[in-house]
């Protein structure tokens, strides 16, 4: 299992009056949250929904591949996913999945933020690409949200937030899609939170 002890994005950028900000906000924790995820959700102003120190993430498609890259420089932690694509085609040809831990309802709004650069893209740009979803994984594969970032080749991060438009009772995932260019794009700590319009809130 890909499980690191990364820090929350919220910790990495307070300064010493974001955090007082912070500190006077009442969390919306998550129910049903593991306990060892919950000193986290108290920290942020959303209800977490997955777990930021598990890079064990599902992956698929005929020519994507990843790897584990450990490497102390990284920002939230000092791990990333390199994920490769070798064949660009549609979007949702290959990725990852990021599993929600706990049901989300219609009508909340969904923020998923992540670490992530490019380190080669087929792109007239140089540019990765990844297409960012909401939804269920099973058939007919159900969601919403549907962004496409662009990745430029330093550390950033990128957040995207949309209000669901149905529930995710179970199986819900983010679905970070990767099929559109033939590119090398580094993923690292990703925190998904409901409630707010972005992770840093």
Same mark, same amino acid.
């Given at each position: 299992m890909l499980r690191f002890a990364l820090l929350p994005v919220c910790l990495l950028a307070a300064t010493p009056a974001t955090a007082q900000d912070a500190a006077s906000v009442e969390p919306r924790n998550t129910p049903g949250l593991p306990a060892e995820l919950r000193p986290i959700d108290d920290m942020l102003t959303g209800g977490l929904l997955n777990d930021p120190t598990d890079l064990n993430w599902t992956t698929y498609g005929a020519s994507f591949s990843r790897e584990l890259i450990v490497d102390e420089s990284y920002p939230g932690g000092g791990a990333a996913l390199r994920v490769i694509n070798s064949r660009p085609g549609?979007?949702?040809a290959g990725g990852l999945n990021i599993p929600l831990l706990a049901r989300t309802d219609a009508g909340d709004t969904l923020t998923v933020g992540f670490f992530?650069?490019? +380190?080669?893209?087929a792109a007239e740009d140089g540019k990765g690409r990844v297409f960012v979803r909401f939804q269920q994984n099973r058939e007919p594969y159900p969601g919403f949200g549907d962004t496409t970032?662009? +990745?430029?080749?330093e550390w950033n991060f990128y957040e995207v937030t949309t209000r669901a438009e149905r529930s995710l009772r179970d199986e819900g995932i983010v679905a970070l899609q990767f099929g559109s260019e033939r590119q090398t794009v580094e993923i690292g700590q990703a925190i998904v939170v409901s409630g707010t319009a972005s992770v840093l809130d």
């Open positions: 549609e979007a949702y992530a650069r490019t +380190i080669e893209s970032l662009q +990745i430029g080749p």
